[in-house]
Nanobody, 125 residues
């Protein structure tokens, strides 16, 4: 059974940092490009960042460019999202997903399958 599990969320003050992890069981995540999305209350799930299967290419939403960094360790079958200089508007549930289609852009939700259940990130003083 394919399972992606996000971890590392929590409560942090504005300007703080968190590192999210996306690990898998029953699934070789190293074979897939991987994306991070987030969903705030009352809003659509939106693209945050993505990384190619090799780690050689990365993509970011404009809202997080320069603050967030996506990386991966294929030996550990894990993808990371380092989030720095967090802002209250970054508060959301963060999800990782494996890219299973390649017929449109990296930020399109329909390109991704095998979603995790998410981890809550709250940025508040």
């Amino acid at each position: 059974q394919v399972q992606l599990v996000e971890s590392g969320g929590g409560l942090v003050q504005p300007g703080g940092s968190l590192r999210l992890s996306c690990a898998t069981s029953g699934f070789t995540l190293a074979n897939y490009a991987t994306g991070w999305f987030r969903q705030a209350p009352g809003k659509e799930r939106e693209f945050v960042a993505a990384i190619s299967w090799s780690g050689g290419s990365t993509y970011y939403a404009d809202s997080v460019t320069g603050r967030f960094t996506v990386s991966r360790d294929n030996a550990k079958n894990t993808v990371y999202l380092q989030m720095n200089n967090l802002k209250p508007e970054d508060t959301a549930v963060y999800y990782c997903a494996a890219r299973v289609r390649h017929d449109t852009t990296w930020d399109a939700r329909d390109q991704y399958g095998y979603w995790g259940r998410g981890t809550q990130v709250t940025v508040s003083s």
